[in-house]
């Protein structure tokens, strides 16, 4: 059996789960989440804990199986603790403004860049660090809307200008010389 797969995940008190065939919605203090599964790859709920079950020893099923826990278990991460990802904008006049469920970004264009975030999904912007953070229960979704605003404007290896992961570190460039 697959390691990932056959580790069962412990539900907490505040979470409800409802497990039908192809269908997982985890309900929390956090937020509601729903994730399609393989029809094949059965969840069962029972005493406060979670088994992801695979039918048969196909190579399908057994890719299927580690990957099913996962998703189930980070939806349950999700709805009581929530995920977080951290972007840095630097360069100079480069900035970000919250507005409602709004991002407003300078980036070096012409234009302000304003990124509408989905229902479910909050920022919090630190002006003296230049630190963006989006927050949610979705970790998908989180990833999905990090990357988005990174590509907005992604950093370059000349000057390091740009929007960039807290943790990513930027290859640095030496750039033209002077003739001699």
Not at 8 to 18: M, S
Not at 119 to 146: M, P, R, S, W
């Amino acid at each position: 059996m697959s390691r990932i797969g056959r580790m069962t995940i412990k539900v907490p008190d505040k979470v409800k789960i409802t497990a039908e065939p192809g269908l997982v919605t985890v309900e929390g203090p956090k937020g509601k989440i729903s994730q399609k599964l393989d029809a094949r790859i059965k969840v069962v709920v029972e005493k406060g804990e979670i088994h992801v079950q695979r039918p048969d020893e196909t190579t399908r099923s057994k890719e299927l199986h580690g990957l099913s826990r996962t998703l189930v278990a980070n939806m349950v991460i999700g709805v009581t603790t929530g995920f977080a990802r951290s972007l840095e904008i630097t360069g100079v006049g480069y900035k970000a403004e919250l507005k409602g469920q709004d991002i407003h970004f300078a980036l070096g264009f012409s234009h302000p860049i304003v990124y509408p975030l989905p229902k479910g999904v909050t920022a919090e912007y630190d002006a003296k660090a230049n630190k963006l953070t989006v927050k949610g229960a979705d970790k998908h979704q989180i990833g999905l809307i990090a990357a988005e605003i990174r590509k907005l404007r992604p950093p370059e290896p000349y000057k390091g200008k740009g929007v960039k992961y807290s943790e990513e570190t930027i290859r640095r460039k030496q750039g033209k010389t002077g003739a001699a």
